[in-house]
């Protein structure tokens, strides 16, 4: 690596939990990977702060872990207790950069994988107390953050009309994928995994990945597709939805998610709040194509090819989007369908080199001018 070969600072990682998870916490689980074969081991492993440790993973063996307990808390001043007791605890372990994957104010480099203020305007929730508290440990870790490393260009666009972040503050990085794990597998094997799951050769299998369905959508899904006459199944992976029909079929918890994307004819989310949304990159990488509201962040990075967009919350152009994609069918997708480096060798790379640069920069705004850039990892 580039990065490798300079001066480097003693690092440290925060998140809410080091285990197995999603969003920004399977990130930063990416991360220690992705370090750890970077040559950062012995007494050059990252420092990793976090309110809980899963010790059976064992990305936990490399780091040095912190664990900040919370819980005598109240669920509301968790984030704030936890802001609070980095600052001292990174202090103590002399981290020179820190790489902020939760809401920390003391973060050198700041992850943004959504934001508040973006959540609550695509939601249409009221703010209360406990988001006025989040909202401003959000906009301290803006304001004193480096460089803030932001997942997509939607995110790039709500810090700088949400938060007023400069745009030579931002660098747009999206979220590395493992080309290892997701990737296409021949028509044999696909029809192999489609009578695990139990599709039939005749149906056209929509996969709905969620643990969360009202969120990501499942209710207007159900309401595009139920009379629709298209011939289709939807099969949620993830938390069972709460009842199922011919047409809603749960297929479990599917672990091997990678699977289940290959089995499926094409993947479908219809979130009111997606930042980026690995699950579309996933997807495609292994082969199938995604329908998904416009407004998710991970649609800017994939080819045209390989997905079909309809208008938020629009039942009725979800229905004609399903019926344009079951007419086109695109196949041979794969890596080459991303827009840009997926791999964790590249993601990494670029956040030493920014790291380095905060470290040896004797001008907290030196960095900042290389950072400006959106050219993909």
């Known amino acids: 690596m580039r990065a490798a070969i300079r001066p480097l600072p003693k690092l440290g990682i925060s998140a809410n939990a080091l285990k197995q998870s999603g969003g920004l916490e399977r990130y930063a689980m990416d991360l220690v990977r992705g370090l750890n074969t970077a040559g950062f081991t012995g007494e ?22 912190h664990k900040i307990n919370v819980s005598f808390l109240p669920s509301k001043l968790r984030d704030t207790y936890f802001n609070w007791a980095v600052k001292r605890a990174r202090k103590k372990a002399r981290v020179d950069v820190l790489i902020g994957c939760n809401r920390v104010e003391s973060s050198e480099i700041a992850i943004c994988g959504g934001t508040h203020i973006g959540f609550l305007a695509a939601t249409g929730r009221g703010e209360r107390r406990s988001d006025t508290r989040q909202i401003e440990i959000e906009r301290l870790q803006y304001r004193q953050a480096a460089v803030i490393v932001a997942h997509s260009e939607m995110m790039r666009d ?15 990085l999206c979220p590395p994928v493992d080309d290892t794990r997701f990737s296409p597998v021949s028509a044999a094997k696909r029809a192999e995994l489609r009578k695990q799951f139990g599709f039939a050769e005749h149906e056209t299998v929509l996969l709905f990945p969620s643990s969360s369905h009202e969120r990501k959508g499942l209710p207007l899904i159900e309401a595009a597709l139920r009379d629709s006459g298209l011939p289709v199944v939807i099969a949620v992976a993830g938390r069972p939805p709460a009842r199922g029909s011919d047409r809603l079929r749960y ?21 009111s709040y997606e930042p980026f949304g690995l699950v579309g990159i996933e997807s495609v990488m292994c082969g199938t194509p995604v329908i998904f509201p416009a407004s998710i962040g991970c649609i800017s990075a994939i080819a045209d090819r390989a997905k079909f967009t309809f208008q938020p919350g629009n039942a009725d152009d979800l229905r004609r989007t399903v019926q344009s994609a079951l007419d086109s069918r695109p196949e ?32 907290p705004n030196n960095p900042i001018s290389a950072a400006g850039s959106t050219a993909p990892a």
């Open 158 to 172: 709500e810090l700088r009309k949400l938060y007023n972040v400069p745009d030579s503050k931002i660098r747009v």
């Open 251 to 271: 297929i479990g918890y599917a672990k091997n998610i990678e699977d289940a994307y290959r089995a499926a004819d094409f993947t479908i989310l219809a979130s």
């Open 332 to 363: 041979n997708l794969g890596a080459e369908s991303i827009l840009y480096n997926t791999s964790i060798d590249a993601h990494i790379e670029a956040l030493l080199e920014l790291a380095a640069g905060i470290r040896n920069s004797n001008s």
């Open 44 to 65: 050059r492993k990252p420092v990793f702060f976090a309110r809980k440790i899963d010790t059976s993973q064992p990305e936990s063996a490399m780091v040095t872990a």
